[in-house]
């Protein structure tokens, strides 16, 4: 990638599934074979840890995930978001039950981060009109974003992508994009 004031920007990174301790998918279950999900999710933000970066979190598991939960504290600039009470398809599930879990996570999430959270991630992407209205009663907007990190590498006009930390593939997109980026201090000299 060239360097020119031009690619100087980079995309808001959304990490999903942040804090999941439960609900894996078999790809999920695989890479757990490997490390814990708190330990890729260190090593996947490492090139991120001072940038403004929005974690879509799993608002069940943050009460059984201290360590974790602490070591994002410690990164102001990271800001909690949701991506459901449980990882599920939140499309399948009627309305209310919908909103029970949007609602629940914003009192958890702001609980325990101080700020409630303003935006839904659903997973996998999914949402409905049932969807859309329980997130609207919940005070929640809802952000779709469906781009990854692979899609900004070839069109870096994408303003927002989200990844997976606990894949391998994602991470070293990430790791591209933050090692080629042009930076504002580099432009300079
Ligand atoms: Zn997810």
């Not at 398809?89 to 009627?94: C, D, L, R």
């Not at 958890?108 to 303003?118: C, K, M």
Request: aromatic content about 12%.
């Amino acid at each position: 990638m060239l360097c020119s004031p031009r690619n100087m920007s980079k995309p808001l990174f959304v990490v999903h599934d942040v804090f999941q301790s439960s609900l894996f998918s078999p790809s999920q279950r695989k890479v757990l074979e490997m490390d814990s999900f708190f330990g890729w999710f260190k090593f996947a933000m490492r090139p991120l840890e001072n940038e403004p970066v929005i974690l879509a979190a799993i608002a069940i598991d943050i009460a059984r995930n201290k360590e974790w939960v602490d070591y994002v504290k410690k990164r102001p600039n990271w800001i909690v978001e949701c991506h459901g009470w449980e990882h599920r398809t939140y499309t399948s599930i009627g309305e209310n039950q919908v909103y029970s879990h949007l609602s629940l996570s914003c009192d958890v999430i702001g609980r325990e981060f101080g700020r409630r959270p303003t935006t839904f991630y659903p997973p996998k992407c999914k949402t409905s009109d049932n969807v859309a209205k329980a997130a609207t009663r919940a005070g929640l907007a809802i952000d779709n974003v469906i781009h990854r990190p692979g899609h900004w590498i070839r069109d870096n006009s994408i303003e927002k992508v989200y990844f997976h930390f606990w894949s391998s593939g994602h991470i070293t997109d990430v790791r591209n994009i933050m090692e080629n980026i042009c930076h504002p201090q580099h432009a300079e000299q």
